[in-house]
């Protein structure tokens, strides 16, 4: 059995992986703007709601209703996480292919110091404006029902100045 | 009632973009999985070059990997929901896309094997424009391990990928090839005893 020096396997065995592992494939920089491309463009199943402007009814799937609630709640330096975010729909009416919205809950999570019964109503309100601009001038936000689920909280920094909750900067504090 | 929350930058939200760099993977996945989909490319982004790195080794085709890239990518994407934080995010993705190699593996048995290119890397050893004979040198072995790990058998050369090049623990490589943590050892020992011998005149 011939005898080798491990440590000199090992060192070379090192270093030729440090070198795989410092390389990018050209490919993979010629490939990855359209491959993201491609698979943003993926089309997940889902609900529709239905929505109402001056010139009548529109659906909207309901990944987007929900990224719109998760970014009107989820601004830089907020007060909350969104972490869910559901829409119950009902059934479309006969020839329609979008269901009537009928609530949405949203769970947070909510910064640790927080106020959190005033920090959850301001979320409230962010969520029912989000639904009513994306579902159209038309539509009556009034009839959807906004549940908040406060299922967390994570770490807050130091304290510091005064703090806007979400979109506090445009709403006047609930009480 | 007054609101008593405080203004303080947080790490989920940053408020630059240089603070992007900070925002951790799982924090990537919770906005993605919400339908931010800056989010989701940020996530592809980061582990991108690591994911095509591993693909193209073992299948040895840049169409290839590329295509398994974009199915194990829209895979991610569709199934971000059932992403429960019991693995890093760098495993899932892994795992994902060792679903969709392995497919594709089964395709190419079907089909001549084909030679990896030998060029196409940018960013590597060859790159070091400072000191030209280490350069030709880092080059030449990162050729011969080319050659080298194109020769081990699959799992092998998948383990010592992801546990050696990707710096993985072992529990989740077995976690991304679906197998145990002793199979993964004996994969990465064997491997480092084939590569150890075809790297030899390296020594």
Redesign the interface.
């Known amino acids: 059995m011939a005898v ?2 491990d440590g ?10 440090e ?11 010629r ?2 703007e359209s ?2 491309a ?3 463009r ?1 089309v ?1 199943p889902s609900d529709h709601v239905a929505g109402r402007h001056a010139g009548g009814r529109f659906a909207l799937a309901t ?2 209703l ?2 719109r609630v ?2 009107a709640l ?6 909350v ?5 559901r829409c119950v729909v009902g059934p479309p009416a006969q020839d329609a292919v979008a269901g009537e919205l009928e609530a949405v809950t949203v769970v947070l999570s909510v ?1 640790f ?3 959190i ?3 959850a109503e ?1 979320a409230r309100g962010a969520a029912a404006d989000a639904v009513s601009a994306a579902l159209g001038a038309d539509f009556d936000a009034r009839l959807v029902t906004v549940d908040l689920h406060v299922a967390d909280v ?1 770490p ?10 979400p979109r ?1 900067a445009d709403r006047s ?3 | 009632m007054e609101c008593d929350v405080h203004h303080t930058p947080s790490k989920a939200a940053p408020s630059s973009a240089d603070d992007e760099r900070a925002v951790d993977d799982s924090e990537l996945v919770r906005r993605a999985r919400l339908g931010d989909k800056e989010a989701f490319g940020e996530l592809a982004t980061r582990h991108g070059t690591a994911m095509y790195r591993y693909a193209r080794r073992m299948l040895r085709d840049d169409g290839m990997a590329e295509d398994c890239m974009q199915d194990a990518l829209a895979a991610a994407l569709t199934s971000m929901e059932r992403f429960r934080g019991e693995s890093t995010v760098r495993t899932w993705l892994f795992g994902i896309l060792t679903h969709t190699v392995r497919r594709r593996m089964r395709v190419m048995t079907r089909h001549p094997e084909q030679e990896l290119p030998p060029e196409g890397a940018v960013g590597g050893p060859a790159d070091r424009a400072d000191d030209p004979a280490a350069a030709a040198q880092a080059h030449g072995l990162l050729e011969a391990l080319e050659l080298a790990l194109a020769d081990l058998p699959d799992l092998q050369r998948a383990c010592w990928i992801l546990a050696e090049v990707e710096r993985m623990p072992y529990a989740d490589v077995a976690r991304v090839q679906a197998t145990s943590v002793g199979a993964v050892r004996g994969a990465v020992h064997r491997a480092r005893l084939n590569l150890g011998r075809r790297l030899e005149p390296w020594r």
């Open positions: 080798t020096s000199d396997h090992d060192h070379v065995l090192a270093r030729a992986a070198g795989l592992r410092e390389l990018t494939d050209e490919g993979w920089v490939a990855r491959v993201l491609r698979v943003l993926a997940r990944p987007l929900v990224d998760r970014a989820d601004v830089p330096e907020g007060e996480r969104v972490l869910d975010v910064r110091g927080s106020r019964a005033g920090t301001l994570h807050g920094p130091a304290r510091g100045r005064p703090e806007t909750g506090q504090p609930s009480t």
